[in-house]
């Protein structure tokens, strides 16, 4: 079974800058997440996706980040512009749907973004 | 609103010693608990998964436990290797499809 796909590993770019990560889940995986860890941090939610609809988006600095889940399988993150604060590793998972007993969540490799 | 808490933040021991993670949640109203282990510059591998009604959940060496009332679990490690040394993460997950909330991590060296 292959796993949660993110693209690209590393991006460096100036303050100011855009920038956009790219997520394929696991096949059949209804939910999807994208997370903001800060290093020596835990991961911090950015937004959750059940298929393409938002269940939570709460922490989402929605003036500079998008996020969007087009046909509930691939989802793209978006930071435009980009501050110093958003060096961080941005971290995909995938679940299956709420409901069902088993929701262990798997998680991508991860985006390291530095901002100069 | 869920908090969770990890002790101790870094945990150093010399091979083959037996140790103990601990993680602590506010809220006890949880749907299922997750250990992950997150290696320097790579994502998070699930190590074990507990549903709320379970009390624990054993993978080789690995064993965790949960309390859901005192709001707390334990990850216990036997035989610890140098190959254990990396950052372990508790998640929780609340029971109306939440998100899941992550503690700061311990971060474990196992010495040669």
């Known amino acids: 079974e292959a796993g949660v796909a993110q693209s690209p590993r590393y991006k460096i770019i100036e303050k100011r800058q855009s920038v956009a990560f790219w997520c394929n889940p696991i096949?059949?995986?209804?939910?999807l997440y994208w997370y903001q860890q800060i290093l020596g941090q835990g991961p911090k939610l950015l937004i959750q996706?059940?298929?393409?609809?938002?269940?939570?988006d709460s922490q989402l600095p929605k003036d500079r980040f998008s996020a969007e889940r087009l046909k509930g399988v691939d989802s793209t993150l978006k930071i435009q512009p980009a501050k110093l604060e958003d060096s961080a590793v941005y971290l995909c998972?995938?679940?299956?749907?709420?409901?069902?007993?088993?929701?262990?969540?798997?998680f991508g490799q991860g985006t390291r973004l530095t901002v100069v | 609103k869920q908090e969770v808490t990890q002790i101790p933040a870094a945990l150093s021991v010399p091979e083959g010693e037996n140790l103990v993670l601990n993680c602590s949640f506010t809220?006890?109203?949880?749907?299922?608990l997750q250990w992950f282990r997150q290696d320097p510059g790579k994502g998070l591998t699930s190590l074990l998964l507990?549903?709320?009604?379970?009390r624990e959940q054993t993978s080789g060496r690995l064993n965790a436990s949960l309390d859901k009332s005192s709001g707390r679990s334990t990850l216990y490690i036997a035989a610890s290797q140098p190959g254990d040394s990396a950052t372990y993460l508790c998640?929780?997950?609340?029971?109306?499809?939440?998100?899941?909330?992550f503690g700061p991590g311990t971060r474990l060296s196992v010495l040669p």
């Open positions: 096949s059949g995986h209804a939910t």
């Open positions: 809220d006890s109203a949880i749907y299922n």
């Open positions: 507990i549903q709320s009604s379970q």
């Open positions: 998640a929780v997950r609340g029971n109306y499809g939440q998100n899941f909330v």
């Open positions: 998972a995938s679940s299956l749907r709420f409901g069902i007993s088993n929701t262990e969540a798997f």
């Open positions: 996706f059940q298929n393409n609809g938002v269940v939570d």
